[in-house]
């Protein structure tokens, strides 16, 4: 190979093709087989450190660790060292990322196809030095997660050429080494991965937990307690409350509390009356004092009632109010205002009054009445109505939401359709 070739382009190389591979030392004998290809995160994420190398069997094995950059540009099927170069004893504790034992086999979330994936491989590549035969690095490209890196998983051992016979014409499946972040690691050492946790965070709620629920758990506790705690809310509504239960006790109270302040009151007590009341306690102390107050009044009432379904979080206004009154009252709402489809008007003794459709609003001058705008009819419900006579309500006048009085015709809450579906759902 001649110096032009050499600094004319990198070489194209995997993790499955270095794995087992022997490195010869200057004296062309063999220094061992390539055990790992460990990466420094705390260094370099982009690039292989090190080849952990492994010679002997038996009580005389001895694992070694040799610098990439101390490679003799790969020629051929041989990899070799520069003179002069003797391998280091390498130390099991070394924090590095190891390829095949921390990678290799471990699922991410491929998040341009909205589902988990397996890592099969990994695409490297070899960077040529400022010399002959010196090697100035060994980057890491993509990871492969389709068929094309399992075949290569699978003929391991065999001479590359004849493996890249076999895979050449199965198309490639990877996703970019630059979109792969890491999480953290567990006592075990493994290596929790995302991709892109910003795009992570743009999906809709209902997507990402359709994607965590296919990993396993420790991994789904790691990237549920990376997202921002807007999306952690609104993905932790999305769950059945068997695994609400779950990813709440593997948060911290205090982290617990944040994210269920982010949640509709309603839903946050669902979410804490699958826990224990010890659980649930230590989570309220750490709520701020209006949020809690809102889910302990609800957590009183039985799930399966009007009560326990309701939210809080809806919008009011005095009967005697006008649309730019209303529109306000929407501004200043603090609740997630997908919710709201209607203004409840309220009376003496904050009695719910009539119910105002926001799509009237839009129709009317800011100066007009809400009075004269509310429906005809006011459908409403008791705090004790059960689930059945909810939904005959929603079905029977076509409705999006549907208000709850106390004994005395006060408004209590609201029980917006989403959450009649899921009743039904769990029926």
């Not at 055990?35 to 002997?56: I, N």
């Not at 997202?227 to 617990?256: H, I, N, V, Y």
């Amino acid at each position: 190979m001649t110096e032009q070739q050499i600094n004319a382009g990198n070489v194209s190389t995997s993790a499955s093709a270095l794995l087992g591979r022997t490195v010869l030392g200057p004296d062309g004998r063999s220094v061992g087989r390539v055990k790992e290809l460990a990466v420094d995160v705390s260094a370099d994420q982009t690039h292989v450190a090190a080849l952990v190398l492994r010679a002997g069997v038996g009580k005389n094995a001895k694992t070694t660790r040799v610098p990439v950059r101390e490679m003799v540009w790969p020629e051929s099927n041989e990899m070799a060292l520069r003179a002069k170069v003797k391998p280091e004893s390498y130390k099991e504790h070394h924090d590095y990322l190891l390829l095949d034992y921390d990678l290799l086999d471990q699922q991410i979330i491929d998040v341009d196809g909205r589902k988990v994936v397996r890592v099969n491989d990994v695409n490297l590549q070899w960077e040529p030095g400022a010399g002959v035969g010196e090697t100035a690095g060994l980057k890491i490209e993509e990871v492969e997660v389709g068929n094309r890196g399992a075949m290569r998983r699978l003929f391991k051992g065999l001479p590359v050429r004849m493996v890249d016979g076999f895979t050449g014409r199965l198309a490639p499946r990877v996703i970019p080494w630059a979109c792969v972040d890491l999480i953290e690691r567990d006592p075990a050492r493994r290596v929790r991965l995302k991709i892109g946790q910003e795009r992570l965070a743009k999906l809709h709620p209902s997507d990402i937990a359709d994607i965590l629920e296919d990993l396993a758990p420790s991994e789904r506790e790691a990237v549920f307690s990376s997202l921002p705690e807007e999306t952690a809310a609104e993905t932790l509504e999305e769950f059945e409350p068997k695994m609400q239960k779950a990813l709440l006790q593997g948060l911290d109270s205090e982290r617990a509390a944040d994210i269920l302040e982010e949640m509709d009151p309603g839903a946050a007590a669902d979410a804490l009356a699958e826990l224990s009341d010890e659980e649930s306690e230590a989570i309220l102390e750490e709520m701020e004092p209006e949020d809690r107050q809102d889910v302990e009044e609800l957590l009183e009432f039985s799930a399966d009632s009007a009560a326990g379904r309701m939210t809080t979080d809806y919008v009011s206004a005095p009967k005697e109010a006008t649309v730019a009154d209303a529109i306000q009252a929407l501004r200043d709402f603090e609740g997630d205002p997908d919710t709201i489809t209607e203004i409840y008007l309220l009376g003496e003794e904050e009695k719910l009054a009539g119910v105002v459709m926001l799509p009237r609003l839009l129709l009317s001058t800011l100066d007009t009445k809400l009075a004269t705008l509310s429906e005809g009819h006011n459908v409403r419900c008791r705090l004790d109505a059960d689930d059945k006579e909810v939904a005959e309500l929603f079905d029977k006048y076509n409705l999006r939401s549907l208000p709850v009085v106390d004994h005395q015709g006060r408004i209590a809450g609201a029980i917006h359709a989403e959450q009649v579906i899921a009743s039904l759902r769990e029926a």
